[in-house]
C-alpha cells in the first residue's frame, strides 16, 4: 500500500474515536435514552444472542433476542427480533434488559408493524443503560396469541 493511500484510510482507532467523539451522553446520562439518536449504537456489538421459539412447543425458532453493548458509551439495551407475523395479534414478542447490580430494568414491544428490512424481523429495541462497571441481561418472549400470553422466556447470558 502505498504511504498516500495508507494517509488516506482511517484507522480502526481513528474511527472509534470519531464515533466516541458524536455521543451525546456519557455515564448514567445514557440511562433511559434511545442508543440511536444519542450515537451510541455507532460503536455498538451484539455481546449475547439467544433464539426465541414458537409457542406451541415444537422447538421452531420464531426470532431472537440480543443483549447489545456500546463501547462508546458502556451502556446494554436488548433486541427481540421476530421472523414471522403473529397470525392474530398485533404483538409478536417483547424484550427487557434488567441490570443486575441494582436490578433497574427497560422494556419494549415488538409488533407486526415494526418490520425491519435491515434485520428481516419484526423488531424493537429497549432503551439503554449505563453498564460500567456492572453487568446486564435481556429476558423476552414471544407472544402467544391462542393464549393471550407471552410464552418460552428466553435470557441471554449477563455482559
Excluded: H
Amino acid at each position: 500500500m502505498s504511504a498516500l493511500a495508507a494517509f488516506l484510510v482511517p484507522s480502526a482507532a481513528s474511527a472509534a474515536t470519531d464515533a466516541a467523539a458524536t455521543v451525546s451522553c456519557s455515564g448514567s446520562g445514557c440511562n433511559n435514552t434511545d442508543p440511536a439518536s444519542t450515537g451510541c449504537s455507532a460503536t455498538a456489538t451484539t455481546v449475547k444472542e439467544v433464539e426465541a421459539y414458537e409457542a406451541d412447543g415444537s422447538g421452531i425458532a420464531v426470532g431472537y433476542i440480543d443483549l447489545r453493548y456500546s463501547t462508546a458509551c458502556r451502556t446494554t439495551w436488548a433486541r427481540f427480533v421476530a421472523f414471522y407475523q403473529s397470525e392474530d395479534s398485533e404483538i409478536e414478542g417483547a424484550v427487557s434488559l434488567v441490570r443486575n447490580s441494582d436490578g433497574r430494568s427497560e422494556f419494549c414491544k415488538a409488533y407486526n408493524t415494526s418490520f425491519s428490512s435491515t434485520l428481516d424481523g419484526y423488531t424493537c429495541y429497549t432503551d439503554q443503560l449505563y453498564d460500567g462497571g456492572v453487568t446486564s441481561y435481556a429476558s423476552g418472549y414471544v407472544y402467544d396469541p391462542s393464549s393471550g400470553l407471552g410464552t418460552n422466556v428466553v435470557r441471554t447470558g449477563s455482559y
